[in-house]
């Protein structure tokens, strides 16, 4: 070979050409599911080269899994940018593969909040392995013995809600957008669990931590852009939200986590009986630690399992409570009927309490009802740590899964009419609650919410309270506030104005 061809083939241009090639080459072989050929679900569409079926995602992604459900069945499989996804649908395929394989599809895979914070493995809402296990075996131990699902967790909530009232008074009668407040409200009740002490609604720096801790439901990237996040985030500017995202939850990580963490460290003394989640959790630590066990529990989880729950715990219940009462706006009928319930069972002159849940029936079906239509948790995500077969298909390890909870709560052939608001099909012919096998908004299996029975009595203290004190109003009778749900990472309401007025007027 003469030199000036061999010079030719090192110009930068040259060189340039060749890696651009051998990019493209590992791109293409990426984009070939390791799997495919042998009896993995079927695709609902030929994949395009490269970039898969990542183009299907566009728009809304559940009325998108329908069509491919319809195609391919209730196990379908998509290759998102080279990684094999199956989304799994019906009642009877959740159980199997969140129930029956439930320790091989245990896994969350690593989400891009984790990658945008470098945090590979930690606390409880994205963490896998041995490190979930622990994190979540000790955080169901700390929040039991500061009384979740009893009495004493019952009064936490409740002494909230009158603050909660007492500020909706302030509004009453007034067109408001009360979404800070029931917000500000259902994060004090973790915040009194975690720090041990609530927050002024008003207060600058609370505020901020809501606003971070919504964003990273609302602001969250498009799920086009969860697939390649990390690379996007190089680009310059912020096209697709990921740098505005990441700064909220950095925000959130440095401003409140670790600076809440730090506080509850200067006055924590290992002897004293612990009088927060983060000194219980510390206790922990310091006793595993001194035990030479190897363990799992360090401060970078710490930092992680308080964002997780601010994040999972005060979202989720107050979008709940906001699709209540609008809800009730379109239903107005309803919630005279909840109203006329307490009336009977507890009166107006003192608030509900948890014991008075068993009575209130009704207020149980609307609320269940709400959780059932609202589906706010839409989607979970897994990664499969060992093969299994499900309906006849391989599900192989490595793949990931996107459980569609929603497949349940919305199913035609369990729910009549499945998009209407009927709080009456809960209640049998007794006037008596029951829940279907169907009813899931927590849920199954291993990773089921670990805040379930705060969640609810939240949802029941919360509700009664407002049913009881307020008849809620839209802001003009002719312009109902849209039921089209917003989807991000969960399913919200839009923003709307309500008129809370009050019962003795
Ligand atoms: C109405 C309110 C709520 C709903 C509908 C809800 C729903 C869910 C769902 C569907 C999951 C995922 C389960 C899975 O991946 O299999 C989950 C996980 C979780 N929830 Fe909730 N949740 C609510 C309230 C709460 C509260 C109040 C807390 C605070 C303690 C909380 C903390 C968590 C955590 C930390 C996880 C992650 C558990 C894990 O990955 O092991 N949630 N929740």
New binding site residues.
Partial sequence: MSYAVLSAMFTPWALAGSVLVLLVYYAWTKTRLENEGSNIPPFPAPAKPFLGHTLLMKGDIFENFVWMRQKAGDIFSLNLLGQHWIVVSGYENLREV?VRHGNKAQD?PLDLSSKVLGEDNHG????HGQN?KEQ?AV?NSI?RAFGMGKNMMAEKVASEVQIFIEKLESHAEKPTDVHHIVSAA?CNI?CSILVGHRFEYDDAYYKQMIENSNAFVVKAPSLLVFFGGPLLKLLPGDWFGIKYWEHCLHDLNENFCKFQINKVKQIYNPENEPENFIAAYLQEMHKKQESSEPTHFDEPNLISLVK??II???E??S??INWCVLYCLHHPQVQEKVFEEIQTHVGTSRAPSISDMSKLRYLTAVIRET?RLAG??PL???VVSESFEVQGYLIPKGSQLF?N?NSTLHDESKWENPLQFRPERFLDANGDVFKPNEFL????????????A??RT??DLFLASMFQRFRFEPEDPAQLPSLKAVLVLGFSPQPYKVKFVGRNK
């Fill in positions: 969140l969350r409880l809402l994205s963490s979930w979540r955080t929040l259902v973790i997780s729950m999972a715990g005060t989720t219940t979008n709940t959780q706010i948790a979970l995500s897994r459980i909870l908004p927590f849920g199954l299996g291993r990773r089921i919410c670990v805040g379930e705060l969640a939240e949802l």
